[in-house]
């Protein structure tokens, strides 16, 4: 009987495996030596959990050069700090009537939140068009805006083609309006600054590049800018009154906090600092140039997103004529190893916008971990794939 070939993981925009060695030991430590329950209590445990927490948030803070760390609040993924920010703005700087700008990329965490604004609340929504390249045209946001435009939305790097948005020039270009970036798949992987971008709220996820465990992650929310919070509950301060703290990130982190996944997070995010952020985008980039180099010489195989020469992200979606994405996915799984993720990838607008909906794409997606033996294995898979 033939042996089943080793995993080769290449779905790191999912999510990131596997974790530093410090991540693991740092979780494993927690969960086995004390109660987490941070704030509760003045006990030696209490304290030290609350110590734990407050150092990932100074971590994060000065790795997104956010002036003050309380302006970080956690949450449990970039879904819920998107929600907390898109829904958190009507009522305070969004009101019914008021026009929204973002991009063909979103994601629907983005999406699915505006639609609703859109349909029930009676905000007007435009679009970004994309360029030839399969860039979003960030020149052409002058062109869009209106006097009622209060909120610009952006997808940092895309999850189905690792398209690359220019922050600094939205940043430029913005004038008054809020700037909210997604960063689910950038952060960790390129540098994030968010005074010299001009952000006023940045969601990020932890159990990407950050290299945390799932269920962490959280929003930086910018001096003066305030939400409606999603969930109001126990934190821990101001216990006498049974109204909301209103002051962050109190504000917004209502019930016991996920103080495994905070101390995982931290860890990883130290990792990065520790690593280099430079030596991570190097090494994807690398490994994402052999494999499009490779992708070139196979037949039957149409790859979406940008060329060669353009920046992008290590994620790479791709089609093999003949074939569908599920059938190529599962036989890159079962005879070859490759794990990788096939359809929409919860970006159906994404999909629209290059021509590949309603099927997807298959797509790969690079991390730090992986190796160019990694690339040779999944070029390999896909040539005797579409050769068949």
């Known amino acids: ?13 999912a999510t990131s495996f596997p974790k530093p060695r410090e991540v693991i030991d740092t979780i494993s430590s927690l969960l086995g030596g004390m109660s987490l ?14 110590r734990i927490i407050f150092e990932a948030r100074e971590t994060l803070a000065s790795f997104f050069n956010c002036p003050d760390s309380s302006r970080i609040a956690f949450a449990c993924n970039v879904t ?9 703005l009507f009522g305070t700087a969004l009101h019914p009537g008021d026009h929204v700008i973002t991009t063909p990329f979103e994601h629907n965490s983005v999406m699915r939140p505006l639609r609703y604004l859109e349909k029930n609340a009676g905000l007007t929504l435009s679009i970004l068009p994309l360029s030839d390249e399969g860039e979003v045209m960030v020149s052409e946001l002058p062109r869009l805006m209106r006097d009622n435009t209060r909120l610009i939305v952006v997808n ?67 001096e003066g800018l305030a939400l409606q919070p999603l969930k109001m509950g126990g934190t821990g301060s101001n216990s006498e009154t049974e109204v909301q703290p209103d002051f962050m990130p109190d504000i917004y982190e209502a019930g016991t906090p996920n103080t495994l996944g905070i101390a995982g997070l931290g860890s990883g995010v130290e990792f990065i600092v520790k690593t280099g952020l430079a030596a991570i985008r190097g090494h994807e980039q ?36 003949g074939k569908s994405e599920s059938e ?10 490759v794990m990788v993720r096939a ?23 690079f991390g730090y971990f992986n190796t160019e033996k990694d690339v040779a294995t999944c070029l390999r898979g896909l040539d005797m794939i579409a050769a068949r």
């Open 328 to 337: 190529v996915a599962f036989r890159l799984d079962r005879e070859f190893g």
């Open 156 to 222: 940092h790097v895309s999850n189905v083609t690792g398209s690359v948005v220019d922050l600094e020039e939205i940043g430029r270009l913005k004038g008054e309006c809020l700037l909210m970036v997604d960063a689910a798949q950038s952060a960790g992987v390129f540098s994030i600054d968010v005074k010299k971008m001009h952000i006023d709220m940045l969601a990020f996820t932890g159990h990407k590049s950050l290299f945390g465990p799932t269920g962490s992650g959280g929003f930086y929310l910018r």
């Open 343 to 365: 359809g929409l990838h919860c970006a159906p607008a994404a999909h629209r916008a290059i021509g590949t909906f309603p099927a997807g794409t298959v797509r790969f997606s």
């Open 37 to 50: 329950s941070p704030g509760r209590s003045a006990h030696r445990y209490s304290l030290e959990c609350s």
């Open 286 to 321: 690398r490994l994402c140039a052999l494999f499009l180099d490779g992708l070139r010489q196979l037949k039957n195989v149409t790859v979406f997103g940008p060329g060669a020469g353009r920046q992008r992200a290590a994620v790479v979606s791709l089609r093999v004529k």
């Open 80 to 88: 819920e700090a998107l929600n907390a920010g898109i829904l958190g």
């Open 1 to 13: 009987m033939d042996s089943k070939p080793a995993p080769i993981y290449v779905d790191n925009a």
